[in-house]
Nanobody, 121 residues
């Protein structure tokens, strides 16, 4: 199994910043894509940002220029630096990883438990 441990969520004022971290561990041959999604009650989970093992990135239009996704392959960790946060970005943020299982060499996709981000005064 692949386990994801998320950290960095919390309460921040509008315009403030937070940095989320997600560390992957377990039995895998490789991790290809790592990303962040967010979800609020009553709405579908939406993509925030993804990054490949080679460093290619994609962002939701709403966060371009404000959020930065990065990864440390040696630590199997992905980060999301969130700047100029807005109240409407209050949500549970979920880490997601895709890769190849160690034993079967089959593709897997794992989700973290989520970390709450609240943007409020």
């Amino acid at each position: 199994q692949v386990q994801l441990v998320e950290s960095g969520g919390g309460l921040v004022q509008p315009g403030g910043s937070l940095r989320l971290s997600c560390a992957a561990s377990g039995s895998f041959f490789s991790i290809n894509v790592m990303g962040w999604y967010r979800q609020v009650p009553g709405k579908e989970r939406e993509l925030v940002a993804v990054i490949t093992s080679g460093g290619n990135t994609n962002y939701a239009d709403s966060v371009k220029g404000r959020f930065i996704i990065s990864r440390d392959n040696a630590k199997n960790t992905v980060y999301l630096q969130m700047n100029s946060l807005k109240p409407e970005e209050t949500a549970v943020y979920y880490c997601n990883v895709e890769g190849t299982a160690w034993n079967t060499r089959t593709r897997f996709r794992s989700w973290g438990q989520g970390t709450q981000v609240t943007v409020s005064s």
